[in-house]
């Protein structure tokens, strides 16, 4: 398989796409954005319009895996992220004339291009890992998996730190233009890495009746997978409106620069890379139950913390260093208990079918609630402030609904798994996590079968 190149040349082509692409996404789709919205005045309802983009269009990135068997897998990829790299030309272009005046038409706009980058990116989302599931032989694939992803976490590591530095010692806008830019460049240099891999043999074709036909059998017969959706939906009430009402609460509420949020967000990010070193293997002996309750024990003391220094009662800096840390152990905990815990309960023939479906539901549902969080912030917001009583409330909401998910629990068994969706490192990945489903059912399609799905969710 590996032809006339060596193995060592997939490695580094897609070590290369791996460092690249985090720049790509990056910036444009987290706290960078949100503080370039912010400063063009954006209100928290179109910040989190921005936020419910990426879930809302999962279903789009399930949806294209079926195009996989037609176009294959690098003019699927190619195409996909080609228009998405230009697409970045549009909040580009906005950065660079706002430094003259900021216009009504510039936010709008620049919300539309986050659709078509998010679109762009969903349809292309889930066929970079079944391709080098194809290139790489299988028994080296925990070996790539790994370094593409601490390599992929390093990237986002410096992609944060680069952002403060930029805010630090640059003008504001010019800050805006050269992150931008190097978004675009991260996304050239994808690009140009993915080109250079060979494309391999196409996967079978599926149905989408197959899909539909199977899909409800899923959602409405008991088990832990109907279980663990229910709390999955439960669960994402609040947390994909986080990111964006917590940027805003510390450039409005707390007034922090913005290269302070982009070093607490890093602190952030280096935490759940240690804490995930270290307890990465623990889930095999432990089991995801413990871990789950870690991440929901520390959200919940993370929205005490923002509702202290909401009342005052914590100075900001005391008080962001400490919900950078407990975010952080709540990161690593969860993603690690998520795929342990997603693995237990399905069966290797139903697998793909289950975890599309989780993607497409959970995602869908993820998509919405920030919208809904955005129209209650906006009720009674003023320009540049804050509605402080919806922050506090969303703070309260959230912190609730994990401690109510410590209690759903209860029947969860905390037996290890030996089976395992993907790495144990993919951790350090959210967005590849989040697609973690499409990612199987390109990779387990010649395990899809018609076979009943068996909610006790037993080993085969």
């Not at 929205?303 to 950078?324: D, F, G, Q, R």
């Given at each position: ?269 280096l935490a759940a890379i240690c804490l995930g070193v270290v307890l990465r ?180």
């Open positions: 398989m590996s032809g006339t190149r060596p193995l060592s040349s997939y490695y580094r082509w897609g070590l290369a796409f791996g460092f690249c692409n985090t720049f790509a996404w990056m910036i444009p789709l987290q706290h960078a954005m949100l503080l370039f919205l912010e400063r063009m005045g954006a209100t928290q309802q179109q910040a989190n319009y921005s936020s419910s983009y990426l879930q809302l269009l999962l279903p789009v990135q399930v949806l294209a895996t079926f195009f996989l068997p037609r176009t294959g897998y690098k003019r699927l990829l190619a195409w996909a992220w080609g228009i998405r790299t230009l697409v970045m030309a549009i909040p580009l272009t906005i950065a660079s004339m706002a430094s003259s005046g900021v216009e009504p038409w510039m936010i709008p706009t620049v919300l539309g291009g986050l659709f078509l980058f998010c679109l762009t990116r969903a349809g292309g989302g889930g066929v970079w890992i079944p391709w080098m599931c194809e290139l790489i032989p299988a028994e080296e694939h925990g070996r790539y998996f790994t370094r593409d992803t601490y390599v992929s976490a390093s990237a986002a590591l410096l992609c944060q730190l680069l952002s403060a530095a930029c805010f630090k010692w640059l003008g504001e806008w010019t800050a805006f233009v050269v992150l931008l830019g190097v978004a675009t460049a991260g996304g050239a240099g994808a690009i140009y890495s993915l080109l250079q891999l060979p494309d391999p043999p196409r996967p079978p074709r599926r149905s989408l009746r197959e899909f539909f036909a199977e899909a409800p059998k899923l959602c409405l017969t008991p088990g832990p997978f109907r279980s663990y959706l229910g709390l999955l939906l439960w669960l994402n009430i609040g947390s994909p409106a986080y990111t964006a009402c917590t940027t805003f609460f510390q450039k409005r509420v707390l007034d922090l620069s913005r290269q302070d949020i982009l070093l607490f967000s890093a602190l952030g990010n293997h623990r889930a095999d002996r432990l089991g995801p139950k413990p871990f789950f309750l870690i991440s929901f024990g520390t959200l919940v003391t993370a929205c005490c913390v923002w509702l202290a220094v909401s009342w005052h009662m914590l100075p900001p800096l005391v008080a962001m260093t400490l919900i950078s840390l407990l975010v952080g152990i709540n990161g690593s905990c969860w993603v690690i208990a998520h795929l342990k815990y997603l693995s237990a309960i399905t069966t290797s023939a139903n697998r793909a079918l289950a975890m599309t479906l989780h993607t497409a539901v959970v995602g869908l549902w993820a998509g919405l609630t920030p919208v809904f969080w955005g129209w209650a912030f906006g009720y009674g917001e003023t320009a540049g402030a804050m509605n402080m009583t919806v922050a506090r409330t969303f703070f309260i909401v959230h912190g609730c609904i994990h401690l109510t998910a410590c209690w759903l629990l209860r029947d969860v068994k905390s037996s290890p798994s030996d089976d395992q969706i993907l790495a144990p490192e993919m951790w350090l990945r959210p967005f590849r996590t989040a697609s973690a489903a499409v990612v199987v059912v390109a990779v387990k399609a010649r395990e899809l079968t018609r076979a009943p799905f068996r909610s006790g969710g037993k080993k085969d």
